[in-house]
């Protein structure tokens, strides 16, 4: 700097001597290259005044207008330097912002990617309900995605055809009437092959021929495939016109949901085949019921008013499925009394109330062999429990009492009253509910005997 700061003197002398523009315009360069090594424009301001002050010592004096041009192009270049300087350092802050910005779009796209697998994941995991675990995966693909497009299709064993189960941007006729056999289309090759695929118009796809709907198209597929069953349908989805192209991280995407996916579907399925074989036992149990006269319709009707108040409660699924079976199966344990005491026209005796009253234990111990998917037995066991503590078996209190046992004893005690009986005629609706609202809060919850009439009311 030592260098630099002399070199500026002898040129600044110099000007001054021979009053040579070509001199002015080296102190400007040397100012600038002062600058470049950090120094600031005042110390250099500064230092051109001591430069002035060390001429004018030596007694020659210069004129006013000389030195005043001297300032003029200093400045300049000072503010050539700092102007050029600060666009430069705009350029470099803009290119890194820019670079920021890609790496933040990056980094939110990939976090979205991430959420939507964790989601996918975490719900498929809890969910036995097919159609549920379907729209999950299918609507967080479409999202994620953002295809103009797409379906998910299940092949049928029987048909031996793939069949649309949930789409997106399709005509309903489409989804109603496709059927895609294995090896046709992409979907058919998906579904043959096991292995994803990407397609960009008919580039690079030789085995789709005549499809001219693929010619504008861009498309990705991906297999469901289990390691137990194998492929069971494929997922696939479209960009049409101005679109953004699919990518290899797109793909890898979908094909980690599609397995997620199919490995839920498949659990959803068994599922289903297993509740249906549970759903026939159930059926059988009930049928045994079904010879007394007074009792036909009876449970089926409790089943159905159960229901309705767990819809209303917004219970899931399968905590209503469960309410339901529940309903079906309460009364089972009564196939131990003799009809001549559930038929009689008068009031039972002590010993006759005491054997009525074990059916609640005798319709669980029935039930307690079989290892239902649903959470009914407590529920059975406890549908004649009273919220004020004096029901049967156990005297339980409140909401001490299975919240599915306290639905089923609303809608236990409405269909008796509202159905004939071997020692009196049914009551009228009206009276029923009247009936319902005296002993809410006491025999029966007061909040689900609410739900209830209001249920009624709104048929």
Not at 129 to 135: G, K, P, Q, T
Not at 297 to 323: C, F, Q, T
Not at 437 to 453: N, P
């Amino acid at each position: 700097m030592t260098e630099l700061t002399l070199s500026y003197s002898k040129a600044f002398e110099d000007y001054m001597e021979t009053g040579q523009e070509e001199c002015l315009y080296q102190v400007a360069e040397l100012s600038k290259e002062l600058m470049k090594q950090g120094i600031g424009p005042d110390t250099i301001v500064e230092m051109h005044l001591e430069a002035v002050k060390k001429i004018n010592k030596g007694k020659k004096v210069y004129p006013k207008k000389t030195i005043d041009k001297s300032f003029t192009f200093l400045i300049q270049g000072i503010m050539a330097y700092v102007m050029a300087h600060q666009e430069h350092m705009d350029t470099r802050t803009e290119g890194y912002l820019a670079e920021i910005r890609e790496l933040n779009r990056k980094l939110s796209k990939r976090l979205t990617e991430m959420t939507a697998l964790h989601e996918t994941i975490k719900a498929t995991g809890s969910s036995l309900d097919l159609d549920e675990v379907l729209s999950l995966v299918f609507d967080n693909a479409v999202k994620i995605l953002k295809a103009d497009e797409g379906s998910l299709m299940l092949f049928d064993p029987e048909e031996g055809v793939l069949t649309i189960k949930k789409a997106y941007g399709l005509d309903e006729k489409i989804v109603r009437e496709i059927r895609i056999k294995p090896g046709e289309g992409v979907a058919g090759l998906v579904f043959q092959s096991g292995e994803p695929m990407f397609i960009h118009g008919m580039e690079g796809s030789p085995q789709i021929t005549g499809r001219h709907k693929y010619e504008a198209t861009n498309s990705i597929c991906a297999p469901l495939k289990t390691r137990t069953t194998g492929v069971i349908g494929i997922v696939n989805f479209n960009r049409k016109g101005d679109f953004e192209l699919f990518t290899e991280d797109n793909l890898k995407l979908l094909s980690t949901m599609a397995h997620e996916a199919a490995t839920a579907i498949e659990s959803a399925s068994l599922y289903q085949n297993l509740r249906k074989s549970y759903l026939s036992i159930v059926r059988a149990l009930s049928s045994a019921l079904e010879q007394d006269p007074y009792i036909i319709g009876h449970s089926r009707d409790v089943a159905k008013y159960a229901v309705a108040i767990a819809k209303k409660l917004d219970m899931s699924s399968h905590e209503i499925e469960g309410i339901e079976v529940a309903g079906i199966l309460h009364d089972i344990g009564k196939v131990g009394i003799h009809e001549n005491i559930l038929n009689k026209p008068w009031k039972l005796d002590d010993e006759e109330w005491k054997e009525v009253k074990r059916h609640a234990e005798s319709s669980f111990n029935i039930l307690n062999g079989i290892d239902f998917p649903w959470n009914i037995k407590h529920i059975i066991y406890s549908h004649h429990e009273r919220y004020d503590g004096m029901g049967y078996p156990a005297g339980l209190k409140g909401n001490e009492i299975p919240l599915g046992a306290r639905i089923l004893a609303v809608a236990d005690t409405y269909e008796a009253m509202t159905s004939d009986r071997a020692h009196r005629k049914a009551l009228s609706k009206e009276a029923a509910i009247r009936e319902l609202k005296r002993v809410a809060g006491t025999q029966l919850d007061s909040e689900i005997v609410k739900v209830f009439i209001e249920t009624l009311m709104s048929d």
